[in-house]
């Protein structure tokens, strides 16, 4: 007689809202509860002389739950600074700014004196919960005991007494305070001792175009002068007070959280340098022991920074940045954490880990996490959206099963495929009119066929309406330029690379079975021998539905 099999699965069913949190930080209800500290995670919160201090990664790749994670285990030792608070289009519109900027003055001086003026009096406001004029003058007495016998470090000090009522305002307050301070002290330079005529910084910078090349070569040297002196230099000494005695006991130590530098919080034509100048003066705060500033920044963004004009200074900032990668065991334990949270909040017995949500192995189909994953960027984000979009489907039933994640693929696919333009169409505008040329293109190509599409997305360039006519001329140039001697790859190689370090394309090693991504070795398509001796290319699951590419 057969045995009769019994279903040890304990009962519950899956409803339709059953999630595993918010697709960003900042409306992630399971967030809190169901952090997983990753490797990543206690990297940025280390601390020590060789802690990283920059993070940075793709939209989605948990950067800002880091950072909100930050703020929860340490809230009493955490400072934020939100870019957009700092008024910075206000220092951008003044006339002297403007004049100087017209004139190819480099204004790196006046930005990192405001950066460190700024992180100086938010430490010192935290450290000594100064709300007032008396807790202020509370503090200045303090430390002016401390450093009494040191007369660098007073005539240092006399620096935060210049701001008298402004120094407990808000953040933008403060900023506009010393950019005014910078404007007076330039007009008065400029009018003194550079011994030039009078200028009505008020009026168009166009007017700097009557100067003679002469005059103008003369006036960027002078005013290039005048800047670097208005450095502010009590700034440096006061970072030595931070230390010694500020920020002087391991009990004080402190983070600051610098985030959302890809908002709208600056004028384009400053942004770099304003992003730049706060990455040295970060280098610089290095030195101050119970100390360390995060800042977090999205990928495309730190690959436009340039540090060629401080002279090799990238080598210095890339070696403190450390890049957001998970692995797929680290991808899984950050489920599991989230599916036995979720499942309990709902009263849904017996889910161990993400695995006893999803439908067995199938010999056809393969693993169900596998699946998920492979039509991932390796990303939170993208792991969540997808089983969240499946868990919409599951009805009432005990696990999720093949088809579910099937009707689920196609929503999710076109979400990303959304997210992928919003992500890099800052950087490459009209990106998404590229992708879209790939549309009913076959899963994988050969040099031979992908050829065709890469031609009709040159062929861009003859549309008037498309507004990406600069980085794409940028990236077929070598096409357009090639010689007949030119292989394949030269000529296409950029475009390759492009769509290889956003994500959409992957490339196919010379008898490997498996494609490389982006985010398996970034660097990879730098090369073009690896382009070169590539089997073919690969557009990436995630975008087959929404572009309707023919399967293998």
Request: hydrophobic content about 40%.
């Amino acid at each position: 007689m057969a045995k009769v099999k019994h279903n040890t699965e304990p009962k519950r069913n899956i409803h339709g809202n059953l999630n595993l949190g918010g697709e960003i930080a900042e409306a992630d209800g399971l967030l809190s509860d169901a952090f997983y500290e990753s490797s990543i995670y206690r990297s940025i919160v280390s601390r020590g002389g060789d802690a990283k201090c920059f993070v940075i990664g793709r939209t989605g790749s948990g950067k800002s739950a880091a950072l909100q994670r930050i703020r929860a285990d340490w809230p009493e030792h955490v400072i934020e600074i939100n870019p957009i608070d700092l008024s910075l289009p206000y220092i951008t519109d003044l006339g002297v700014v403007r004049h100087l900027t017209a004139l190819n003055v480099h204004l790196d001086s006046l930005y990192n004196a405001l950066w460190k003026h700024v992180l100086l009096i938010e430490i010192i406001k935290h450290r000594y919960k100064i709300d007032s004029p008396d807790a202020k003058q509370r503090f200045i007495d303090t430390i002016m005991d401390k450093i009494k016998r040191d007369n660098k470090k007073k005539a240092a000090l006399e620096y935060l007494e210049e701001f008298e009522g402004k120094f407990w305002c808000e953040t933008d307050e403060r900023v506009r305070d010393i950019t005014n301070k910078f404007e007076s002290q330039f007009k008065a330079a400029a009018g003194g001792k550079l011994g030039v005529k009078p200028i009505d910084f008020s009026v168009s910078s166009d007017d700097t175009n009557t100067t003679s090349s002469e005059e103008r070569v003369e006036l960027v040297r002078r005013f290039q002068r005048v800047v670097n002196e208005t450095q502010l230099p009590r700034l440096n000494t006061m970072m030595n007070v931070l230390n010694d005695e500020i920020l002087e006991s391991s009990q004080h130590y402190t983070y600051v959280l610098i985030d959302d530098l890809d908002k709208d919080w600056a004028d384009d034509k400053v942004k770099n340098d304003l992003i730049r100048n706060l990455f040295q003066v970060v280098f610089d705060l290095k030195r101050v022991a119970n100390l360390k500033v995060i800042v977090a920044l999205r990928t495309n963004i730190f690959e436009t920074l340039d540090f060629g004009r401080g002279g090799g200074q990238g080598e210095k900032f890339r070696a403190l940045s450390m890049r957001v990668r998970w692995s797929a065991n680290e991808l899984e334990a950050m489920l599991d954490e989230r599916a036995r949270v979720a499942a309990e909040r709902r009263n849904l017995g017996g889910v161990s880990g993400i695995k006893s949500l999803l439908p067995n192995y199938n010999q056809t189909r393969g693993k169900a996490l596998e699946f998920v994953l492979d039509r991932t960027l390796m990303r939170p984000r993208d792991a969540i959206a997808f089983l969240n979009e499946a868990f919409m489907l599951a009805g009432n039933k005990q696990r999720l099963s093949w088809e579910d994640l099937k009707d689920a693929e196609g929503s999710y696919s076109r979400n990303r495929l959304l997210a992928l333009r919003d992500e890099w169409d800052p950087t490459f505008t009209g990106i998404d009119r590229v992708l879209s040329r790939f549309r009913q293109a076959p899963a994988v190509m050969s040099k031979e066929t992908i050829t065709k599409y890469f031609d009709n997305c040159f062929e861009l360039l003859a549309d008037y309406k498309f507004n990406g006519v600069q980085w794409l001329t940028e990236v077929s140039e070598p096409f357009w330029n090639g010689t007949p001697a030119d292989d394949w790859a030269d000529g296409y190689h950029l475009i390759v690379k492009l769509l290889f370090d956003i994500g959409f394309l992957g490339v196919l090693p010379d008898n490997a079975r498996r494609a490389i991504y982006g985010y398996d070795y970034p660097e990879y398509a730098d090369s073009v021998a690896n382009i070169r001796h590539a089997d073919g290319f690969i557009i990436h699951p995630a975008f087959r539905p929404a572009l309707d590419v023919r399967p293998f």
